[in-house]
T-cell receptor, first 116, second 115 residues
Framework: ETGVTQTPRHLVMGMTNKKSLKCEQHLGHNAMYWYKQSAKKPLELMFVYNFKEQTENNSVPSRFSPECPNSSHLFLHLHTLQPEDSALYLC???????????????FGPGTRLTVL | AQSVTQLDSQVPVFEEAPVELRCNYSSSVSVYLFWYVQYPNQGLQLLLKYLSGSTLVKGINGFEAEFNKSQTSFHLRKPSVHISDTAEYFCAVTSNSNSGYALNFGKGTSLLVTP
């Protein structure tokens, strides 16, 4: 596969469930991102990882827990979510400025999450 | 810090008509600017980008944008739209002196092309 892939593409879960979203990039990038896209709202940056280190946590509730085991993989662990967490979760990767890049971000297709 | 304002939340247009989607940014330093497109139920795809050099940037699918530093704008244009251009369009900005790594996105403009 090429580019940025995300699994699953669709997920329905109850508020007491625990699930994980997976993102994988095949572009050799150093930085990876999680965004939340809700209906009628702008893209919200959630987390940024650069060289596997978290560099930004945009005041995200603790029921969202990111994990970046290496520069190619990014996970978002979910537990005790609320219905308002239903959204499209997008993963992206880039070569950030300072690593020879210009921070052009490449996006995956997203995971459509529904919390019942 | 940088920010982006997309002045129009929705732009309806007839097929084969020209279109302009407006984007203004605020920044005290040099910027990189991007336009992304999102088709229904898909992720974001890069249309074009301005890094430096020529202020007129050409992208995919016949789109172009012009960087205007004095007006702090980066409007997206297409001379003749197709039904398939119906999508959400996002303008984004980052800086070459940005201590972080993230893009700042606008709220998006929904382009609706009708026959």
């Amino acid at each position: 596969e090429t580019g940025v892939t995300q699994t699953p593409r669709h997920l329905v879960m109850g508020m007491t469930n625990k699930k994980s979203l997976k993102c994988e990039q095949h572009l050799g990038h150093n930085a990876m991102y999680w965004y939340k896209q809700s209906a009628k709202k702008p893209l919200e940056l959630m987390f940024v990882y650069n060289f596997k280190e978290q560099t930004e946590n945009n005041s995200v509730p603790s029921r969202f827990s990111p994990e970046c085991p290496n520069s190619s993989h990014l996970f978002l662990h979910l537990h005790t979510l609320q219905p308002e967490d239903s959204a499209l979760y997008l993963c992206a990767s880039s070569h950030p400025e300072g690593s020879g890049g210009n921070n052009e971000q490449f996006f995956g297709p997203g995971t459509r999450l529904t919390v019942l | 810090a940088q920010s982006v304002t997309q002045l129009d939340s929705q732009v309806p247009v007839f097929e084969e008509a020209p279109v302009e989607l407006r984007c203004n940014y605020s920044s005290s330093v040099s910027v990189y600017l991007f336009w992304y497109v999102q088709y229904p139920n898909q992720g974001l795809q890069l249309l074009l980008k301005y890094l430096s050099g020529s202020t007129l940037v050409k992208g995919i699918n016949g789109f172009e944008a012009e960087f205007n530093k004095s007006q702090t704008s980066f409007h997206l244009r297409k001379p003749s739209v197709h039904i398939s251009d119906t999508a959400e369009y996002f303008c984004a900005v980052t800086s070459n002196s940005n201590s972080g790594y993230a893009l700042n996105f606008g709220k998006g403009t929904s382009l609706l092309v009708t026959p």
